[in-house]
Nanobody, 120 residues
Framework: EVQLVESGGGLVQTGGSLRLSCAAS????????IGWFRQAPGKEREGISC????????YYADSVNGRFTVFSANANNTVYLQMNSLLPEDTAVYFC?????????????WGQGTQVTVSS
């Protein structure tokens, strides 16, 4: 069974940091693209980052560029999202998703999400 499980969310003050994990089971990440998304209450889901596991290329939305970093640890089949300089507007449920085509555009598998709350 293909499964993605996010963890690492929590409550942090403005300017703080969190590291989210996206652990995959039932498949290996090597040929996938893994995207990170977030959805705040009353807002649409926003794609914020993606890593192409084939070539290591990474992509970031303007809203997080320079503050967030996506990277992988192939040994444990996990992708991470390091979030620094957090702002209250980063408060959202964060999801990871897997694109089996490796394009950072067609996500067939989704995790259940982890809550990130940034206090002012």
């Amino acid at each position: 069974e293909v499964q993605l499980v996010e963890s690492g969310g929590g409550l942090v003050q403005t300017g703080g940091s969190l590291r989210l994990s996206c652990a995959a089971s039932g498949f290996t990440l090597d040929d996938y693209a893994i995207g990170w998304f977030r959805q705040a209450p009353g807002k649409e889901r926003e794609g914020i980052s993606c890593i192409n596991m084939r070539d290591g290329n990474t992509y970031y939305a303007d809203s997080v560029n320079g503050r967030f970093t996506v990277f992988s640890a192939n040994a444990n089949n996990t992708v991470y999202l390091q979030m620094n300089s957090l702002l209250p507007e980063d408060t959202a449920v964060y999801f990871c998703a897997a694109d089996p085509w490796g394009w950072c555009s067609r996500y067939d598998y989704w995790g259940q999400g982890t809550q990130v709350t940034v206090s002012s």
